[in-house]
């Protein structure tokens, strides 16, 4: 049974880095495409970035485009989300998604197979 398990969130300071990692305990990773998003307190699950099966395509939000970037290592069945000048308004927890259908990057929210449970990232001021 596929499982994806994020890590890699905590509390930082405004202007600070972290990397995200999302792990595939189960399946061929270098299969599908895999996306991460975040949910704020009080609001709705928002995109941030995805990347295609291969590696070679990605699609970030413009939210935080030239801030996160996001990876893959099939070798290691773990897709990392860079973030870099972290903002108080980047809280939220994060989560990865797969679609076992998908190849390609997509923006789109919907059809996900699997989530994970989610990695808490708290930025202050």
């Known amino acids: 049974q596929v499982q994806l398990v994020e890590s890699g969130g905590g509390l930082v300071q405004a202007g600070d880095s972290l990397r995200l990692s999302c792990v595939d305990s189960?399946?061929?990773?270098?299969?599908?495409?895999v996306s991460w998003f975040r949910q704020a307190p009080g609001k709705e699950r928002e995109f941030v970035s995805s990347?295609?099966?291969?590696?070679?395509?990605?699609v970030t939000a413009e939210v935080v485009k030239g801030r996160f970037s996001i990876s893959r290592d099939n070798a290691k069945n773990t897709v990392y989300l860079q973030m870099s000048s972290l903002k108080p308004e980047d809280t939220a927890v994060y989560y990865c998604?797969?679609?076992?259908?998908?190849?390609?990057?997509?923006?789109?929210?919907?059809?996900?197979?699997?989530w994970g449970q989610g990695t808490q990232v708290t930025v202050s001021s």
């Open positions: 998604a797969a679609d076992f259908s998908a190849v390609v990057a997509s923006s789109k929210d919907w059809g996900f197979d699997v």
């Open positions: 990347i295609s099966a291969s590696g070679d395509n990605t």
């Open positions: 189960g399946r061929t990773f270098s299969s599908y495409a």
